[in-house]
């Protein structure tokens, strides 16, 4: 039997699988050798100086390709690329008024990293624009290998997690919720290879436990932002591709066999609770690797089964339609019983909907790291929000430079907590950036939503068949009828729009957890986001982005080989930059682990390389004092309030060296300004208490010593 059908999609598996294993290696290797945040005063890690310049590199590369293969006019991608240009200066600039510049320059290597991971998508949509399903299935196997390596630390934990104390999953990202994160977003890929076309029964199977590991690691990181992006993620899916029916099995089998491993897991102390011996968290582990194996090869087995079945039936389209406008209407019920849920509850609607906000802004909401959280609304986030709304509110323009937040927020807080972030990128820039920033990342924003809705509106590279074109007919090898509105068996057009779909939930689910976190600063998670983002805003319309390129040799394009040389000067002079930072810090770790032969030599070095850190000054400081230099001494000191005037440690490091020399009364400015800056740090107000101690004691000697003499003279 036969009926009208599109042709099916080639999928180009073998020319795509190498690519795809490669882009996927990649982004585990960066997730795994860079860290998150800054604390520039001490160290810079190498790791991430060295990825940050690999990145630089490429996106130069990949550029200098562009221009060198000729591929014709500016292009789609051009505005939000110019804008996130903008973002990176405007970041950079913030150094000349940073309240901590040596971090501000940390910031602005990193977003000129980002910056250059956003064009190298750009420019290899404009170059290689048929191979974006390499991009959403690297993406999504990278996050799956996190999520998978993740689980192993639980199961292998003497050898993968020895030193974890904590029962929340943080391996292999070292922070739970970036872990979550990057499980997050793994499943918009899943559900697209789930639905793919022409894929093979036993290949699209594997998609279900890919899904199970995500959806595990997403509820033992006890991340709740991440939970929230889950659910946004699939319910956005679901609205937005056909096969609906496909995606809830999906989910289906996932959410079924994460259950499973879940509360296992959550039912095991030895796994998931604080502080475990090493000895039971082992034992506890290899069962529940067991656990783990067995419900992934039945969900495999599962999926497989549900995939063969589904080539030898088929739904009729009216059948399939009104199954799937029950599910949205299923979907769209959820909102309604939730609300009639509180409603029937003790405290009523407005009842919970206030005690919901009063707990959802509480500042000292003492919730811990046990699985309770997951159900508490309660976090530390309000508190952290409302120092950086502070911060910002009172730098309102220009704010205090990138990653300033952490130094600035102390003088408007009497908390004794430490955060170096404001856990919330939205807030973070107004509080490092004012006004400026935002606008800026705002416009970065419109421009980028503009080109990514073009591109899924339009949804392939080839133009649609205009009705004049006759369709093709096919009939399946088994004899079965064929439903042309299946996503198995769809066109290429709504097979690529489903992948370019994929890579919008990947930003959406980063661009969420970054709003309400602050996993803008891991790479391991960022930079498969910005590939992502870059793809869609460079893919633009229908033949926009496959025009062929226009070969013209160098020697007749003067304009190419000076912008190519021009690109080239640009990337060593920032290269360089971004090296003097690590450079400064390695020459700093020397001189304190005993390493240096040329101490002075190397803080001197150290101080050249890095003048915006305070660590140098410290420790020429140290060296000058200990050589019996004490005016040299404190003129280092006296050089560090003047790098950072509004940094309470440079004040008082040099209140505690007056103090220490005997000068109580040269000590107290600096110590009471250290003090005003920063009254959460304990050991500021010892030390000032110390130096008023020092000062009356000083007084009423003198005062004695005075009443001596008068009496003597009286005598």
């Known amino acids: 039997m036969t009926t009208t059908t599109h042709q099916r999609p080639r999928l180009r598996l073998a020319s795509d699988l190498p690519a795809t294993v490669g882009l996927a290696a990649l982004l585990v290797a ?45 292009g789609p991608g051009t505005l939000p690329a110019m804008l996130f240009g903008v973002v990176t200066a405007i970041t950079a600039l913030s150094i000349l008024w940073s309240v901590q510049p040596d971090d501000s320059w940390q910031a602005a290597n990193l977003t000129l990293a980002y910056l250059a ?39 292998f934990p003497a050898t993968l997690a020895a030193g974890e104390s904590q029962g929340r999953l943080q391996v292999p990202l070292d922070y739970w919720n970036a872990t979550g994160a ?22 699209r199977a594997l998609a279900v436990p890919a899904g199970i590991v995500l959806l595990t690691v997403t509820v033992l990181s006890y991340s709740r932002t991440t939970l929230i992006v889950v659910v946004v993620v699939a319910a956005a899916w679901l609205v937005l591709v056909r096969g609906r029916l496909w995606a809830v099995a999906l989910i289906a089998l996932t959410g079924a066999g994460a259950a499973v491993l879940c509360a296992w897991a959550l039912a095991r102390p030895a796994l998931t609770g604080d502080n475990q011996a090493l000895s039971a968290r082992t034992s506890a582990g290899h069962g529940f690797g067991v656990i783990c194996l067995v419900v992934l090869l039945l969900a495999t087995a599962a999926g497989w089964a549900l995939v063969t079945a589904e080539r030898r039936r088929t739904l009729r389209p009216g059948q399939r339609r009104a199954i799937e406008r029950v599910l ?18 003790s405290r009523g609607l407005t009842g919970q909907i206030s005690h919901a906000f009063s707990t959802l802004t509480n500042t000292n909401p003492g919730v811990d790291n046990g699985a309770n959280r997951v159900t508490s609304l309660g976090s530390s986030r309000p508190l952290y929000w409302s120092e950086g709304i502070t911060v910002g509110e009172h730098a309102l323009l220009k704010g205090v430079g990138a990653l300033g937040y952490a130094i600035a927020r102390t003088r408007y807080t009497t908390q004794p907590e430490v955060t170096g972030h404001a856990h919330s990128y939205v807030i973070q820039t107004f509080a490092d950036l004012g006004l400026i920033g935002l606008a800026a990342n705002l ?11 073009a591109a899924i509106a339009t949804g392939t590279l080839r133009p649609a068949r205009t009705p004049a074109q006759p369709e093709r007919t096919t009939s399946d090898p088994a004899g079965a009828r064929v439903d042309p509105a299946r996503p198995p068996a769809g066109p290429p057009r709504e097979d690529e729009r489903a992948g370019l779909v994929a890579l919008l939930l990947v930003v959406v689910a980063f661009g969420l957890s970054s709003t309400l976190d602050w996993t803008w600063y891991f790479p391991g998670v960022a930079v498969p986001a910005l590939l992502a983002a870059g793809w869609l805003a460079g893919r633009g319309r229908p033949g926009e982005a496959a025009q062929r390129p226009q070969w013209v040799p160098l020697g007749r394009r003067p304009g190419t080989s000076a912008m190519l040389t021009a690109l080239a000067a640009l990337v060593l002079i920032a290269g360089w930059l971004m090296w003097q930072p690590l450079r ?21 070095t150290a101080r050249a390389a890095d003048p915006l850190a305070l660590q140098p000054l410290f420790l020429l400081a140290s060296l000058e004092r200990d050589a019996h230099h004490l005016t040299a001494a404190r003129a280092q000191l006296v050089t560090a309030t003047q790098v950072q005037p509004e940094n309470a440690n440079s004040w008082l490091q040099l209140g505690s060296f007056d103090l220490t020399e005997g000068h109580a009364r040269r000590a107290l400015p600096s110590l009471r300004r ?14 000032l208490a110390q130096a008023e101690a020092a000062i009356r004691t000083a007084a009423t000697t003198a005062h004695a010593h005075h009443r001596r003499r008068h009496r003597r003279t009286a005598h």
């Open 30 to 74: 960066l997730a795994c050798v860079t860290t998150g945040g800054f604390d520039a005063s001490l160290t810079v890690s190498g790791a991430d100086t060295w990825s940050e310049i690999v990145l630089l590199v490429v996106g130069a590369i990949a550029a200098g390709a562009v221009l060198v293969v000729g591929v014709p006019g500016l």
């Open 117 to 155: 991971a956003f064009t190298t998508a750009i420019a290899l949509v404009r170059l290689t624009p048929r191979r974006w399903a390499v991009v959403v299935a690297g993406i999504g196997l990278a996050m799956v290998a996190l999520s998978a390596y993740g689980l192993l630390s639980k199961v």
């Open 182 to 203: 990057a499980a997050a977003m793994g499943l918009p890929a899943c559900l697209w290879f789930w639905q793919r076309g022409g894929t093979a029964a036993w290949a």
């Open 328 to 345: 949205l209407a299923g979907l769209a019920l959820l909102p309604v019983l939730a609300v009639a849920a509180l409603a029937m509850s």
């Open 443 to 453: 416009a970065l924003l419109i421009a980028w939503g503009r080109s990514a809705a």
């Open 584 to 604: 400064a810090s390695e020459a700093v770790s020397a001189v304190l682990n005993g390493q240096s032969t040329q101490p002075f030599a190397d803080a001197r």
């Open 674 to 687: 250290a003090y005003e800056l920063d009254p959460t740090v304990p050991v500021t107000g010892e030390v």
